[in-house]
């Protein structure tokens, strides 16, 4: 081969078609919605149980609620204890999680294809008769009030926390840590948690989604035979309040001393999940700060070697989640890489991107799609989303399609309604008797200082 | 047992190629693991394999900065490398039909890298590996443990006595010159097993493989490993170690030195770690978080190494007022329980390990990285479809002579994070 030849890109061969796999949908008679997809790949199966019980339905005075007692659901059920429900799943090489978000909670089950009546059968168990035996409740408890000490001495986590609190109003519960705070966490027990289950851990209101080596015939059988029994209506969610905290730009240090790099979060209200831009956002905050060739991550790590790396995220739940820009950079560069950040991001919505990044980025993002649908457990995640966000079984179908139709209006108008950067709030964990100075000589707006926890 | 397709072949130049095809998706993984790693590293520079690893992405000589990212971001796939105690892995999952690219890429930097190496793009790099370590263990909580923990493990003579982070002062010193000698010695084709594998034609891809790679001239023998490989299999006494520092709870880590990866006796080893701390059924949580209450959270799991010694370690995270000695008699008697090991524990670990590996397995990126691991490592891919018939036979007696030769007072290395008195007190965080 020779070296001219070498320079050449070589081109792409003939696209094999992708289309994400069919979505089989059924609802028993309690309500619970079935969703399967049948994928052979390897012989897993993952079931996901989709519940209407996220974080976002608490107020401050009980957060952490929905957490715990997913926590709480490896307590024991009204056959077994603790101890017999991890044994009984991990002789069968299952593994159960569970994942409490602001909109749902999700319990998961992987297992081999051959254990799958089992390992449901122990899923429905867990969450028809969880029995919350109050010494469990306790240790749980415990573990997590221990977990929070832990988040207020992490220095990423004192950034996000900051930086949440500062995004939203008093009391919004965006504004707080997920899993709570020490106070509002030491209420927890076995009635509270006995309470949410009633009220939110109900057929009707949520759904089962299986995806792996087993057809729908089989599924609906074995969905029939251990959740048949269950009944119940999931209570009718509150509004959520988004209010912001300020509309004013400004800095906030959190002030940690001699901390060897400083976190920084940038951001404000960004959008819910039914933002009328939601494709425009995903190809603009791809060219902002989503992929490694993003202008943000190009600048501050490879041009200027502030951070190992730097991203942008919407976060889109049910109500309007944060938009952030998250990195940690050293300490005598931090002001500069602020400056840079926030350069940036002003020039991006001001300019818009250019139809080469557009181009880009809806190529990027349509390519990765099949990528990100490999596993049991991503595809289940995908249609998990669905049930959580009331989408139709046949989103995904034009998905790339809507990805590769944004133009390059569309993508700068999202960023123009999207991204106020007169409104951004900057949050910087690091040491204040070294980078306050440099960030007030900015000149981008008030410097405050306050404590770490 | 597992039966994942696998043809293997070696080109002329010495690099080792498996393939191996499923065209349920249309996508596909190409890896490639280098036969250097922080071993390697001499005296003076280590954590140079991790910086070169960066470099790897700075371009080569038909490939200009960013573009490696740009290229294959704008085909929809993903990429990445890591670097390791015994490798450097280099992967990239894309979509069927940008196969081609892929390749190219990974050959042009394989034989092509030098040419583009400029003193601007090190120091760039320097700068972005020194904020890595400040990010993920300068600024950490326990971030430092495991540079106590092999230092504490391995004589300052082995060559896993250091991280692969490396010490800093190392990386400011190193030049251009290291990086293009690294080079020339390491990133040969007779030192590197490419894998690909997912949808993909087999007669095309030979032919992309030729093309790409084929011209590549074969290196020179590889240097023997710096220091001294051969130990002693055990540590010779109980070494100990107390840090006061930023950490919010106590934790007690225990490591032991074990058999490499490559000796049988390895697989008794790795059952051992997982009946200790692989689930909610396992010894530690079970004992020392659910029933004794005195530990938050319990780690186990044992590293695959192959120059001289494994090791298999274990944590416990206390709570703020616990008492760390009182952590560590419970950590270290379940740890010599476990020489009564039951059928049913091994049963369990195997299991799990089996749905771990499927679930792995899903994705062609993991197939491939562990297809070339197995080449690498064993010189015998096909062993990823056995692997779990040797974790099945290791039974109750293996175990316990495990126990009883490798986890004793005479091989432990044991460190014991305590807070620093506080300097603040803590407040609620939502206000």
């Known amino acids: 081969m020779s070296a001219q030849s070498r320079s050449v890109v070589p081109p792409a061969g003939p696209v094999r078609t992708f289309d994400f796999p069919p979505v089989q949908a059924e609802v028993l008679d309690n309500g619970f919605q079935i969703r399967s997809v049948q994928v052979g790949r390897v012989p897993v199966v993952t079931a996901m149980v989709v519940l209407d019980a996220g974080e976002g339905l608490l107020d401050h005075g009980r957060g952490g609620l929905s957490v715990l007692t997913g926590d709480c659901l490896e307590g024991g059920t009204a056959k077994r204890t603790g101890v017999e429900l991890a044994e009984a799943l991990e002789t069968i090489g299952a593994g159960l999680s569970v994942g409490t978000g602001w909109d749902s909670t999700t319990v998961s089950l992987s297992c081999m294809a051959d254990r799958l009546d089992e390992a449901m059968s122990l899923l429905a168990e867990v969450l028809i008769h969880p029995s919350f035996p109050a010494d469990e409740v306790e240790r749980i408890r415990g573990q997590r009030l221990a977990a929070i000490r832990q988040r207020e001495m992490n220095p990423a986590d004192i950034a996000t926390t900051a930086s949440r609190r500062l995004t939203y109003a008093e009391g919004v519960p965006y504004g707080r840590p997920l899993g709570g705070t020490a106070e509002s966490v030491e209420p927890f027990s076995p009635d509270a948690a006995a309470a949410f289950v009633a009220a939110r851990y109900r057929p009707k209101g949520s759904g089962l989604v299986v995806v792996g080596d087993v057809d729908a015939e089989q599924v609906r059988s074995l969905v029939e035979t251990h959740f048949g029994e269950w009944a119940g209506e999931t209570e009718l969610r509150p509004e959520i309040d988004v209010q912001p905290r300020t509309s004013e730009r400004g800095i906030v240090v959190v002030d940690r001393t001699d901390s060897v790099q400083s976190e920084i979060r940038i951001g404000h209200v960004g959008q819910a999940r039914s933002t009328p831009h939601y494709f425009a956002l995903r190809v603009l905050n791809t060219v902002l700060g989503g992929a490694f060739t993003s202008r943000l991550n190009l600048n501050l790590r490879e041009e200027h070697g502030y951070t190992y790396g730097v991203r942008s995220r919407f976060m889109v739940r049910r109500g309007a989640g944060p938009w952030c820009v998250s990195t940690a950079v050293g300490t005598d560069v931090t002001a500069d890489a602020v400056r840079e950040a926030v350069t940036e991001i002003t020039t991006l919505v001001a300019e818009g991107p250019t139809e080469e990044e557009v181009d880009a980025a809806r190529d990027y993002l349509a390519g990765v799609f099949p990528l990100q649908l490999e596993t049991t457990g991503q595809i289940a995640a995908r249609i998990a989303e669905l049930l959580i966000y009331e989408l139709p079984d046949d989103y995904y179908a034009d998905y790339r399609d809507r990805i590769r139709s944004v133009t390059l209006d569309e993508a700068h108008e999202a960023a123009r309604r999207c991204i106020r950067p007169n409104e951004m709030t900057v949050v910087v964990g690091g040491d204040s008797a070294e980078i306050k100075g440099p960030l007030e000589e900015l000149g981008w707006g008030p410097v405050t200082v306050e404590e770490a926890p | ?431």
């Open chain 2, 1 to 431: 047992m597992l039966s994942i397709p696998i043809e293997r072949l070696t080109l002329d130049n010495g690099l080792r190629v498996n393939l191996s095809q499923d065209p349920t998706t249309p996508v596909v993984a190409i890896n490639i693991w280098y036969g250097v790693g922080s071993r390697n590293e001499r005296e003076g520079k280590t954590g140079f394999a991790h910086l070169f690893e960066h470099m790897m992405f700075q371009g080569s000589e038909h490939v200009p900065k960013n573009r490696h990212f740009e290229l294959i971001e704008r085909a929809g796939g993903s990429l990445n490398a890591t670097t390791w105690f015994d490798r450097t892995n280099y992967f990239e999952t894309v979509p069927s039909h940008h196969l081609e690219l892929a390749l190219w890429l990974e050959s042009d930097r394989m034989g092509w890298m030098l040419p583009a190496m400029t003193q601007e793009k090190l120091d760039n790099q320097r700068d972005v590996v020194m904020n890595e370590k400040r990010q993920r263990y300068d600024n950490q909580p326990y971030g430092d443990w495991d540079e106590w923990i092999q230092a504490m493990v391995f004589p300052e003579s082995h060559p896993y006595h250091h991280t692969v982070i490396g010490s800093m002062a190392d990386i400011e010193a190193a030049t251009l010159e290291d990086v293009a000698e690294f080079f020339r010695t390491y990133y040969v084709p007779n030192n590197a097993v490419l894998t690909v594998c997912g949808d993909f034609g087999r007669d095309e891809a030979l032919d992309f493989i030729e093309r790409h790679f084929g011209e590549i001239p074969r290196g020179g023998e590889i240097p023997a490993i710096p220091g001294e490989q051969s130990l002693d299999p055990v540590i010779g006494t109980t070494v100990r170690e107390r840090v006061e520092a930023e950490v919010p709870l106590p934790r007690v880590l225990i490591a032991f030195r074990v058999p490499t990866y490559t000796s049988p006796e390895f697989y008794a080893a790795d059952v051992a770690g997982s009946v200790l701390g692989t689930g909610r059924a396992s010894r530690l949580y079970r004992s020392l978080v659910r029933e004794q209450r005195v530990a938050k959270d319990v780690t186990s799991f044992v590293f695959p190494l192959t120059s001289g010694a494994g090791m298999l370690l274990a944590w416990a995270t206390g709570f703020p007022e616990g008492d760390p000695v009182e952590l560590e008699t419970a950590l270290i008697a379940e740890i010599e329980g476990l020489a009564s090991v039951t059928e049913q524990e091994i049963e369990r670990a195997v299991a799990l390990t089996e749905t771990a590996l499927a679930r792995q397995i899903e994705q062609v990126g993991e197939r491939a990285d562990l297809f070339s691991m197995f080449d690498q490592l064993f010189d015998d891919p096909e062993r990823l479809n056995s692997e779990l018939e040797r974790l099945r036979a290791v039974t109750t007696g293996d175990v316990s002579a495990f126990v009883d030769r490798f986890l004793g007072t005479d091989n432990r290395a044991i460190l014991t994070y305590v807070p620093e008195a506080a300097k603040k007190t803590p407040t609620p965080s939502a206000r």
